[in-house]
């Protein structure tokens, strides 16, 4: 089963992959996460990319397209993968289907997680995770026990760098320019599934669940 998670920044795309991958086994694609790994290792496409995620604009087209296209033919992928973060760009999601029919493969469903945006600002700056083992707290939503050290291994929280007001604004306007379109490509090729995202993460994956099986 090959899956899109489509929504806006905030909307809990990550959070819930991670279930979702438990729950099907297969892998999420994150191509956040994949240039947020590039960074990290210092390579010179996460310097590269590093300049458009802190600004909250996005990464080349021809960038993340090459990344996707090479993890998706891992053997990992080979019972299917969710894409988290990607497409973006009408342009990405154009070469996504010019790369699945070479692959001869399809997206099955499209699942549109929807958030008021009025809640999303408020959400993203209080993301908080940690540097140890990667948990995610959220300092209004789902408190650490102790501010800013991880309840389940002691690490120490951090805010991800694009998570400040004046990034989250930008990475808000660009979803809604660039992103938001998407919905009606999707729509048109009759995958989409819109799914309300707000309410607890339990409630949210059921939802989920009920319309992929
Ligand atoms: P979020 O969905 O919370 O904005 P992500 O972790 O998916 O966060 O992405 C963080 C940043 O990485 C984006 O703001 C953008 O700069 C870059 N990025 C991630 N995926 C893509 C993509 N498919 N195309 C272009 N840039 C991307
Ligand atoms: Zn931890």
């Known amino acids: 089963m090959n899956i899109i998670l489509l ?23 994150s191509t956040g996460d994949m240039l947020r790994e590039a960074l990290k290792e210092g390579s010179p496409l996460g310097l590269e990319a590093k300049k458009y995620m802190d600004q909250g604009g996005l990464v080349p087209d021809e960038v993340v397209i ?27 999601a154009k070469a996504l289907d010019k790369i699945l029919e070479q692959l ?24 908080r995770t940690c540097r140890a083992c990667g948990a995610g707290f959220h300092l209004m939503y789902d408190p650490p026990k102790k501010e800013a050290i991880c309840d389940k291994c002691g690490g120490e929280l951090y805010q991800r760098s694009d998570d400040n ?37 339990n409630e949210i994956l059921a939802r989920i669940q009920a319309v992929l099986e």
């Open 7 to 29: 929504g806006p920044p905030g909307a809990g795309k990550g959070t819930q992959a991670k279930r979702l991958t438990e729950k099907y086994h297969i892998p999420q694609v």
């Open 66 to 92: 090459g990344l996707v296209k090479e993890r998706i033919q891992k053997p990992d992928a080979g019972n299917g993968y969710m894409l988290d973060g990607f497409p973006r760009t009408s342009g990405q």
């Open 165 to 201: 007001e004046s990034t989250v604004k930008s990475r808000l306007e660009t979803y809604e320019a660039q992103t938001k379109p998407l919905i009606e490509y999707y729509q048109n090729q009759g995958k989409l599934r819109r799914i309300n995202g707000v309410g607890s993460m």
């Open 104 to 127: 001869g493969q399809k997206i099955d469903h499209v699942v549109s997680i929807e958030v008021p945006s009025s809640e999303l600002l408020g959400r993203l700056t209080g993301r």
